[in-house]
């Protein structure tokens, strides 16, 4: 949840942790909030610094002038003579007039500039997102697809529950994926993990996820081990939320690669 | 839960801010003067220290107060402490325009004129004025280890996901995403224990 409110979590992260939060999941959306605020005291790691007179100087002119005009917008009660001539009124409440109007036109060109920025921005945003999600179902597709990719499957710890399959691929990847599979405990994550051939090597940490909120549980690994020759099995197990670099619990799914 | 435990049961004191926003709601100029005064310092170091340009930064500082004034009926002081609020927008800023200058191509959900979500803090939030807690943040960043304060870093100043971190100090994933949660697990401790 810190790496989540840090802004820290690839995309695919990213986004198996918000369907997560998009289902209500009350624990989850306060352990978000303790992580927002944490995060937020890091500002005070910044060496605090004195901007510039000339920038309150500004700051301040521009909000004066908008309160003059917020104040002068409200209607106030005219005497109802007055010893100044007609003319002179007639002037004023032209160049009143026309500051108000200047005013507001800078105000609107302000804001459709801004709006304007804040469209594009946001377009660019809905682009690279629709970009990132075909990319991952292109990969996927491409993975299922090569006559090339080995079937893994993964049993589970008890042998009438869910299991899982892994679609391994030597360049494309590993599409890890699964039915019914039921949520992890709280504050807990589904860490995929690489078991080595190697006598006494650690096993490698990777992706984390959880099943969605119908139990489909999908992992698209676009960057497994170099040389997967090298990896005897597929294991995943219960993690605390964030990840573990190294296995804490037994595996709740492995299968051996052939 | 951490924050569970930080919860406040009693009647709050009404925070000077709180107050200055009230007045702000009024337009009250000089409540903004006040405001603008307390905090500025403390944002601008922050903008600065993200985007590393004076000029730049103070544009940005200047966008963030002026929001705040324009919209200040969009903060709900009941909901959570101003600050934490003013620094997560300005930060936001911030690394948008990083962004902006370095056309870094990274999916982020904040929108670049969206106001941040209120941040609910602990009680003890109010128990340490705003030098007090800059030291003791200060005090804590400098406990991690090198690695661990430097993944933080380029997390929180620079944007950077923990596979861009990864990439830049050369090292594994797995490692980085462990430094970052091990950091941050140690300087949440280290706010709880300053009660």
């Known amino acids: 949840m810190e790496a989540y409110a840090l802004g820290a979590l690839d995309p695919e992260e990213r986004a198996a942790l918000e369907t997560h939060l998009a289902t209500g999941c009350p624990n989850c959306a306060k352990a978000v909030e303790e992580a927002r605020w944490l995060v937020s005291q890091l500002a005070y790691a910044a060496p605090e610094a004195a901007p510039s007179d000339m920038l309150k100087g500004r700051l301040m002119q521009t909000v004066r002038a908008e309160a003059q005009s917020h104040s002068e917008a409200k209607p106030h009660v005219m005497p109802a003579r007055s010893i100044i001539p007609f003319w002179l009124w007639a002037a004023v409440a032209a160049l009143f007039v026309f500051s108000l109007y200047s005013t507001w036109n800078m105000r609107r060109l302000q804001d459709e500039i801004r709006q304007s920025n804040d469209r594009a921005a946001a377009l660019l945003q809905q682009r690279q997102k629709a970009e990132q999600q075909l990319a991952a179902a292109k990969r996927e597709a491409m993975i299922l697809m090569d006559p090339s990719s080995v079937k893994v499957s993964l049993a589970g710890q008890n042998a009438e529950g869910p299991h899982l399959e892994a679609i391994c691929h030597s360049q494309l990847g590993i599409v890890v994926m699964g039915e019914n599979i039921p949520m992890p405990s709280p504050h807990h994550v589904f860490q995929l993990w690489f078991i080595p051939k190697a006598p006494g090597a650690k096993p490698m940490p990777s992706m984390m996820t959880w099943p969605d909120a119908n139990g489909k549980f999908v992992m698209l690994v676009s960057n497994p081990p170099e040389s997967m020759e090298a990896t005897k099995a597929l294991a995943i197990t219960e993690e605390l939320e964030g990840g573990s670099p190294w296995p804490t619990a037994t595996p709740r799914w492995s299968g051996g690669l052939n | ?195």
């Open chain 2, 1 to 195: 839960m951490f924050l569970a435990a930080f919860t406040s049961t009693g009647p709050r004191e009404v925070s000077p801010d709180a107050t200055l926003l009230s007045r702000l709601l009024q337009k009250d100029v000089n409540a903004f003067e006040q405001l603008y005064d307390r905090h500025s310092r403390l944002v601008y170091g922050l903008v600065l220290r993200i985007l590393q340009q004076a000029s730049t930064s103070e544009e940005v500082v200047q966008d963030v107060f002026l929001q705040l004034w324009r919209n200040a009926e969009q903060y709900d002081s009941s909901r959570g402490p101003f600050v934490p609020w003013l620094c997560t927008m300005a930060r936001n800023r911030a690394l948008d325009q990083l962004r902006l200058k370095s056309e870094r191509q990274r999916r982020r959900e904040d929108q670049p004129d969206e106001l941040p979500p209120v941040v609910v803090a602990p009680d003890y939030e109010k128990a340490l004025d705003e030098k007090r807690r800059a030291e003791r943040v200060r005090s804590l960043m400098a406990s991690l280890t090198p690695q661990q304060k430097k993944a933080i870093e380029l997390a929180y100043f620079e944007g950077l996901s923990h596979s861009e971190i990864a990439a830049a100090l050369q090292e594994p994933l797995g490692t980085v995403k462990s430094w970052i949660r091990n950091g941050l697990l140690r300087l949440k401790k280290g706010l709880q224990a300053t009660t």
